[in-house]
């Protein structure tokens, strides 16, 4: 099991790499949708089936199809490169070290990062839906309300003006 | 098994690079794809916890940080076709009309 974390934490390093660095918008999100489907197998390795298959269901499934049809509708080509802010330049790289750094000196120094084995944990569909209808109840009819606002925000914002 | 820390190391490699490309990239599109790259490392870090601290609610936390990044998609997509619509341009430089 250890092997495939590692395999799939080196695929999704790779993946998101390929995000940032390249040039296409269209390429970036196919390899973000790499980077979901490596999570998504950590995720299996953690347990969690039920939120593994809701990453490839709704994640790469929905929300990538989504980034893809607005990228290929705004016939999104190579982005230029800056010229007005320097502030990426001289300074993005320097700061990007140094939360890489803090970060890593939280984890590393957390008392709580020994070898331990817990228990293992049952969260198939049937244990997550026995939570998410008794103890979270509430907010599960608040994100439909949320979902509802995002559909009628979403039909006015792209709407030809008249 | 392997450690709490591997994960939560994998998370902020994801994270940082999420940054690093919000700060680097030009195209509001992959702007707007870096912001869901942070939003799955937070998930990642959020089932580590929840696996390694045998509690079954950060897992409903991840359940609603994807409906909500759906929702967050749509909106947002929405908005990027309205800009596109009146600049021309998906490019963060030339999108300065409310700078001072």
């Known amino acids: 099991m250890a092997i495939l974390f590692y395999i799939f934490a080196a695929v999704a390093v790779i993946a998101g790499l390929n995000v940032v660095l390249q040039r296409r918008p269209v390429y970036s999100a196919l390899w973000l949708i790499v980077v979901l489907c490596a999570l998504a197998v950590e995720y299996l390795l953690l347990g969690a089936v039920f939120m593994a298959f809701i990453q490839i269901i709704v994640y790469a499934g929905a929300i990538m199809v989504l980034f893809v049809l607005v990228i290929m509708l705004l016939n999104a080509h190579h982005e230029e490169p800056t010229h007005g802010s320097q502030f990426a330049q001289w300074l993005g790289a320097p700061l990007v070290v140094a939360l890489l750094v803090e970060i890593g000196v939280a984890v590393w120094s957390w008392p709580g990062a020994a070898h331990v084995n817990p228990p293992p944990l049952r969260a198939g569909p049937k244990s997550v839906g026995d939570l998410l209808f008794h103890q979270y109840v509430l907010p599960f009819e608040v994100t439909s309300a949320l979902i509802l606002v995002a559909i009628l925000g979403a039909v006015v914002l792209a709407r030809k003006e008249s | ?100």
Not at chain 2, 43 to 55: E, G, K, Q, V, W
Not at chain 2, 74 to 96: C, F, Q
């Open chain 2, 1 to 100: 098994m392997v450690p709490l820390s591997y994960y939560l190391a994998l998370s902020a490699v994801l994270f940082i690079l999420g940054t690093a490309g919000f700060a680097l990239r030009r195209n509001i599109i992959t702007i707007f794809m870096c912001i869901e790259l942070m939003l799955n490392a937070v998930n990642l870090a959020l089932i580590a916890f929840s696996r390694f601290l045998s509690d079954l609610g950060g897992q409903l936390f991840v359940f609603f940080v994807i409906v909500v990044a759906a929702a967050e998609a749509t909106v947002g997509l929405a908005i990027i076709i309205a800009l596109y619509r009146n600049h021309e341009s998906l490019s963060v430089d030339k999108l300065d009309s409310m700078k001072l």
